[in-house]
């Protein structure tokens, strides 16, 4: 990364070699040896199972806070499962506000894990934000299935009255 930021004559890029996480500190990151460019490598065990090794680890609200971003227009999320401690953890930290729109790669039921997509989804609903789901599982009635599901999540000055309830 350090090389094509150099090449492309990237300005204000700024690369940190760590996985991102919930917290700051160290945190065992799964890897495949024999694949070092996979693109299951995860801190997730159940997500790439073949050779455990230590990283740093660092929070997004902590970078966030250390550089004293007040905006970020776009943030693109795909880190393998991790998802879910870093998004709750910029919630934590009332970042939210921060961020006007993201790109998330959501990893969904990675090895028969729980589902945690409504608690996730629920925590940009509770902040304002808006969002548009792309999931492809086929065939529809599989179990456990792993999904990739892409989300593009917003905020949207449309405010728009709920749809009245039969009862109402």
């Given at each position: 990364?350090?090389?094509?930021?150099?090449?492309?004559?990237?300005t204000?890029?700024?690369?940190?070699?760590?996985?991102?996480?919930?917290k700051?500190?160290?945190?065992?990151?799964?890897?495949?040896?024999?694949?070092?460019?996979?693109?299951?490598?995860?801190?997730?065990?159940?997500?790439?199972?073949?050779?455990?090794?230590?990283?740093?680890?660092?929070?997004?609200?902590?970078?966030?806070?250390?550089?004293e971003?007040?905006?970020?227009?776009?943030m693109?999320?795909?880190?393998e499962?991790?998802?879910?401690?870093?998004?709750?953890?910029?919630?934590?930290?009332?970042l939210?506000?921060n961020?006007?729109?993201?790109?998330?790669?959501?990893?969904?039921?990675?090895?028969?894990h729980?589902?945690?997509l409504?608690?996730?989804?629920?925590?940009?609903?509770?902040?304002?934000?808006?969002?548009q789901?792309?999931?492809?599982?086929?065939?529809?009635?599989?179990?456990?299935?792993?999904?990739?599901?892409?989300?593009?999540?917003?905020r949207?000055?449309?405010?728009?009255?709920?749809i009245?309830?039969?009862?109402?």
């Amino acid at each position: 990364m350090k090389r094509n930021v150099v090449r492309n004559k990237l300005t204000d890029v700024h690369v940190f070699n760590c996985a991102l996480s919930g917290k700051n500190g160290t945190i065992d990151f799964f890897v495949d040896s024999k694949n070092p460019g996979s693109l299951m490598m995860s801190t997730i065990k159940e997500r790439m199972s073949k050779d455990k090794i230590t990283v740093d680890s660092i929070s997004l609200s902590s970078l966030i806070c250390e550089r004293e971003i007040s905006r970020i227009e776009y943030m693109k999320i795909d880190i393998e499962g991790s998802e879910n401690e870093v998004i709750f953890d910029l919630d934590k930290n009332n970042l939210l506000k921060n961020i006007e729109k993201f790109g998330i790669e959501y990893h969904h039921k990675i090895n028969g894990h729980n589902s945690r997509l409504g608690e996730f989804l629920e925590i940009f609903e509770k902040n304002k934000f808006e969002y548009q789901v792309d999931a492809k599982c086929i065939p529809i009635s599989v179990e456990n299935k792993f999904q990739d599901i892409l989300l593009y999540v917003y905020r949207s000055g449309l405010l728009i009255d709920p749809i009245p309830s039969d009862t109402e």
